[in-house]
């Protein structure tokens, strides 16, 4: 080997030696603790406000029993603001964004970002921007108010992006209880089936007496089966909702085409304060998560057995129950006879 040549094999050792030593360095470096994203006492926490560039805004507040409220209106679903808590308290940094990508990010986070402002008291504790997905899908763009560098945030252990969990809509934070009146509590209830209105029946609780009467679709008194009343207005208590539909998942033409339908059954609950509820169910076509499609003859259902439409009179959004946890409710003029 001549000396130009072992000159030259020198010279390429120590290139490509340097660009495996750069290659396994990281092409940028935190100035920022792990932590620095996350609540340490989300127990402080009492208030949470997001909004984004499209008009969206939601506005968490804890009450004083520790519930919390949506918007100033309505209760929370418990279970997804402990989940917010938690990946408020739970998260930290991946790595900063390289520099090849940052100008990416801080796109992302200008045009569709959630600004996230979380307060103690009426002290602001932090304000953070919440992407989208980074390209791998383990971490989640994000930005400190007042920084100038984007972070891929994320929680040790759970795999995947957390933007899913700030939710824009304020029908998603809505809590999916529907009924919890005690027995007790009701004065009067009215159950309807529009198309058998021989099966429709009132219970009217007298004020005074606390004499309870059962009316048919006619007016009619019904002697009816003291235990199967009791047993009926026992189960107005803890029935939740599976889930609300939003405009996203359920349109405003989707809505109102199955509005437009005659109802399966009604549902007008009086308390003795006055206080009224009222829902209306709809049948639903048998979907690809139908678990029974086939009847007890191997015959293929049109209808669903399994979960109903439910419109309730305060939202505009529809919701979706299970028959299983509404099935007491829905009972029949018959099924109360002696």
Same mark, same amino acid.
């Given at each position: 080997?001549?000396?130009?040549?072992? &000159?030259?094999?020198?010279?390429?050792?120590?290139?490509?030696?340097?660009?495996?030593?750069?290659?396994?360095?990281?092409?940028?470096? %935190?100035?920022?603790?792990?932590?620095?994203?996350?609540?340490?006492? #989300?127990?402080?926490?009492?208030?949470?406000?997001?909004?984004?560039?499209?008009?969206?805004?939601?506005?968490?507040?804890?009450?004083?029993?520790?519930?919390?409220?949506?918007?100033?209106? &309505?209760?929370?679903?418990?279970?997804?603001?402990?989940?917010?808590?938690?990946?408020?308290?739970?998260?930290?940094?991946?790595?900063?964004?390289?520099?090849?990508?940052?100008?990416?990010?801080?796109?992302?986070?200008?045009?569709?970002?959630?600004?996230?402002?979380?307060?103690?008291?009426?002290?602001?504790?932090?304000?953070?921007?919440?992407?989208?997905?980074?390209?791998?899908?383990?971490?989640?763009?994000?930005?400190?108010?007042?920084?100038?560098?984007?972070?891929?945030?994320? &929680?040790?252990?759970? /795999?995947?992006?957390?933007?899913?969990?700030?939710?824009?809509?304020?029908?998603?934070?809505?809590?999916?209880?529907?009924?919890?009146?005690?027995?007790?509590?009701?004065?009067?209830?009215?159950?309807?089936?529009?198309?058998?209105?021989?099966?429709?029946?009132?219970?009217?609780?007298?004020?005074?007496?606390?004499?309870?009467?059962?009316?048919?679709?006619?007016?009619?008194?019904?002697?009816? !089966?003291?235990?199967?009343?009791?047993?009926?207005?026992?189960?107005?208590?803890?029935?939740?909702?599976?889930?609300?539909?939003? !405009?996203? #998942?359920?349109?405003? #033409?989707?809505?109102?085409?199955?509005?437009?339908?005659?109802?399966?059954?009604?549902?007008?609950?009086?308390?003795?304060?006055?206080?009224?509820?009222? /829902?209306?169910?709809?049948?639903?076509?048998?979907?690809?998560?139908?678990?029974?499609?086939? !009847?007890?003859?191997?015959?293929?259902?049109?209808? !669903?057995?399994?979960?109903?439409?439910?419109?309730?009179?305060?939202?505009?959004?529809?919701? %979706?129950?299970?028959?299983?946890?509404?099935?007491?409710?829905?009972?029949?003029?018959?099924?109360?006879?002696?």
């Amino acid at each position: 080997m001549n000396r130009n040549t072992k &000159i030259l094999a020198a010279v390429l050792l120590v290139l490509g030696l340097s660009y495996w030593l750069i290659s396994k360095r990281p092409l940028r470096t %935190s100035n920022r603790a792990v932590g620095d994203f996350s609540i340490e006492d #989300t127990s402080l926490v009492s208030k949470i406000f997001m909004a984004n560039k499209s008009g969206k805004k939601v506005l968490l507040e804890r009450n004083a029993n520790n519930t919390w409220m949506v918007n100033g209106k &309505i209760l929370a679903d418990e279970v997804k603001i402990k989940l917010l808590l938690s990946t408020l308290h739970d998260m930290q940094i991946q790595k900063p964004i390289p520099s090849s990508m940052h100008n990416t990010a801080m796109g992302i986070l200008a045009s569709r970002g959630i600004k996230t402002e979380i307060y103690q008291g009426d002290k602001l504790l932090k304000t953070i921007y919440v992407g989208s997905e980074t390209p791998e899908q383990t971490g989640t763009f994000m930005l400190l108010e007042g920084d100038d560098e984007v972070y891929s945030i994320h &929680i040790p252990g759970f /795999i995947g992006y957390l933007t899913p969990r700030f939710f824009m809509t304020e029908i998603k934070w809505r809590n999916k209880l529907i009924f919890d009146v005690a027995p007790e509590n009701i004065a009067e209830v009215q159950i309807s089936y529009p198309k058998n209105e021989k099966e429709s029946f009132t219970f009217l609780k007298e004020p005074f007496t606390k004499q309870s009467t059962i009316l048919n679709y006619n007016g009619d008194l019904v002697r009816a !089966d003291t235990l199967k009343i009791k047993m009926l207005l026992y189960s107005f208590t803890q029935k939740y909702a599976e889930g609300f539909y939003d !405009d996203s #998942t359920f349109t405003k #033409t989707e809505r109102d085409s199955v509005l437009s339908l005659v109802p399966y059954c009604t549902i007008r609950v009086k308390q003795t304060n006055g206080m009224e509820q009222n /829902i209306a169910l709809y049948s639903k076509l048998v979907g690809e998560k139908t678990k029974d499609r086939y !009847d007890e003859n191997g015959k293929e259902l049109v209808i !669903d057995p399994e979960k109903y439409y439910a419109k309730l009179t305060d939202i505009e959004q529809m919701a %979706s129950v299970q028959d299983y946890v509404f099935r007491r409710i829905l009972v029949k003029a018959s099924d109360l006879l002696k």
